[in-house]
């Protein structure tokens, strides 16, 4: 079965990869089918209830950057003509019952068509009800969406994202507040390329207000964050009881965590880069290095390091021993780019080499 993942547009790619991570953690067995611009559409196999119940309910929970979940009923080109044409032959039993009430919606991502969704709205919405179905736009039992990219995707709604939740947690709305922190749906994309499990234990060793330790740890996870700044451990104290969350934090240096190697499943973290920031470390260059040998040496074998700067971290990383999975770029104002790596700790034979 076909579902489409209408994303947020905020990154060409993290949107995207985010989705693929929240099917991997959740076991779902799925492929890549079609990748437009704002919406992802991917074949998953399985029983249907059973993969609707978990694209409903976990799925829906953790993602950050997603609007909505579709189950599709076709792909076509982008033309009133072949979505008209798709509506009137699909068959609806698989989509709308007997009596529900519906709504038609079309989502227009940026340039790619030159007509109105209104018009596709009643268009599509007339085929529907001569099937004999009834139209409420108020408060309709089904909403078939149609997804206007570089193809047309036309679907029925599954679920959708409560993104205001994400607003809510704000860093400006947290107890405790300090400027220049992760906004909360990017932490909760990191957290989720970290592949962490709820009950699994992930490490922040720059956790600064806590707020990757908070997305991180609304999904289940046991967090675990230190800072080398005796005020932020405290603010992020303030955060995170504020959610109720089981934590532990630690005032101290990234370079000499006090854990026990490879008992951490995953780590998330936004280190200083070129902004006014205390280090124990004499510069970042060695903050970096001597940081990335300790996330390597507490990381289980396989686990995942998310790590946020303003210029690639891997070759940090390579040298202390990790493998670089992907790169991405972000540009968060003229002067500052953020390079997120996602590392991946190797697992080694008993001679201690890599396999």
Known sequence: MLYAFELSGEHEELPAAEVFACLKIEGLDFRPHTILDQCLVVEITGKE???????????????????????????????????????????SSGYIKEGQSFVVRAKRIKHHVDFSGEFLEQKVGGCIYRKGFRANLKNPEV?????????????????SIDRS????????????FHPGVLMPRVARALANLSGI???????????????ILIEAGLMGARVIGVDAQEKLVEGA??????????YALMEG?????????????????????????????ESLEELYSCALSEIERV??????????????????GEKAGL?????????????????ITVFQKEVKNENGKRE
């Open 143 to 159: 909403e078939f969406r149609v997804i206007l990219s570089e193809k047309a995707v036309f679907g029925t709604l599954l679920s």
């Open 299 to 316: 990381l289980k074998p396989e686990g995942i390091a998310v790590v946020v700067s303003d210029k690639a971290a891997a070759e940090y």
């Open 253 to 281: 240096d990234a370079c000499r965590v006090p854990l026990k190697e490879e008992t951490i499943n995953a780590v998330v973290t936004d280190p200083p880069y070129g902004r006014s920031a205390a280090i124990v470390a």
């Open 197 to 211: 499990k709820p009950g699994e234990l992930f490490l922040d060793p720059f956790c600064g207000t806590a707020g």
């Open 323 to 339: 493998k670089v999975l992907k790169i991405y770029s972000q540009r968060v104002h003229r002067s500052l780019t953020r390079t």
């Open 165 to 176: 939740a994400y607003e809510a947690r704000n860093p400006q709305n947290k107890p405790f």
């Open 49 to 91: 209830e059973d993969v609707e119940k978990i694209l409903r309910g976990p799925i829906t929970d953790r993602l950050a950057m997603t609007h909505h979940i579709l189950k599709v009923v076709g792909i076509t080109e982008n033309t009133p003509d072949a979505i008209l044409k798709l509506a009137e032959a699909s068959d």
């Open 237 to 246: 104290r303030m955060n995170l009881e504020a959610f109720k969350l089981d």
